[in-house]
């Protein structure tokens, strides 16, 4: 049972977009830490994608965007590629654990 | 530019101590912010974080490891270790050693390197 929860899903067909929802409580997100998001293929290590709720890492295109309100995060992917197809985990710590913590994951189907 | 590089066996028997190490170049541990994790994925599953350690030897554990885990740099050879006693297959994972991020004025703790990864095996 991860302490952030993401949707285990999503799909969207190329071109349109998707939101990774990332819900979290009061003693991650609601502390004020920040939503980190991970992109993965398969067999391959996590990248960032974006840092500090919202910062695009470097590289990353402008179809990926980040926010953060409350207790939950989001990521947005606009103009879905077939090459988005992947595994996304969202991040952060956790004042009561000491501790980093991840989201279970989203496979993303396009 | 920032790599990592870890390097382990890949099996070993239960009730054993693995010993994991990761190799890295491009920064130094050289401030407090500056921070080393390990990070493991059971095959089919999600990223669950293991260690964490920071430039002023501040060292963190997830609960969930039951106090098997030791986390250690040697600033000299550029390396950190994980040591994990007492080894179950649960344990059996892909780990990834993952540089911390410091970028100003950005709240939290993120990764913004990962190593390739070791596939270790508990059997």
């Known amino acids: 049972q991860s302490v952030l929860t993401q949707p285990p899903s999503v799909s969207g067909a190329p071109g349109q977009s998707v939101t990774i929802s990332c819900t979290g409580s009061s003693s991650n997100f609601g502390t004020g830490y920040g939503a980190y998001w991970y992109r993965q293929f398969p067999g391959q290590a996590p990248e960032l994608l974006i840092y500090?709720?919202?910062n695009r890492a470097p590289g990353v295109p402008d179809r990926f965007s980040g926010s953060k309100f409350g207790t939950s995060a989001s990521l947005v992917i606009t103009g879905l590629q077939a090459e988005d197809e992947a595994d996304y985990y969202c991040?952060?710590?956790?004042?009561?654990?000491?501790?980093?913590?991840f989201g279970g994951g989203t496979k993303l189907i396009v | 530019q920032i790599t990592l590089r870890e390097t382990g066996p890949p099996l070993v028997k239960p009730t054993q101590t693995l010993i994991l190490t990761c190799n890295f170049s491009g920064f130094s541990f050289d401030t407090s912010r500056v921070g080393v994790a390990w990070i493991r994925q059971p095959p089919g599953k999600a990223l669950e974080w293991v260690a964490l350690?920071?430039?002023?030897?501040?060292?963190r554990y997830s609960p969930s490891l039951n106090n098997r885990a030791t986390i250690t740099k040697d600033s000299s050879k550029n390396q950190v270790v994980l040591v994990l006693t007492n080894v179950d297959p649960v344990d059996t994972a892909t780990y990834y050693c993952?540089?911390?991020?410091?970028?100003?004025?950005?709240?939290?703790?993120?990764?913004?390197?990962w190593g390739q990864g070791t596939p270790v095996s508990v059997s």
């Open positions: 500090g709720d919202y």
């Open positions: 350690i920071f430039g002023d030897d501040d060292r």
């Open positions: 993952a540089h911390r991020g410091t970028w100003p004025n950005v709240g939290g703790l993120g990764f913004d390197s």
């Open positions: 991040q952060s710590f956790d004042s009561g654990l000491r501790g980093v913590i």
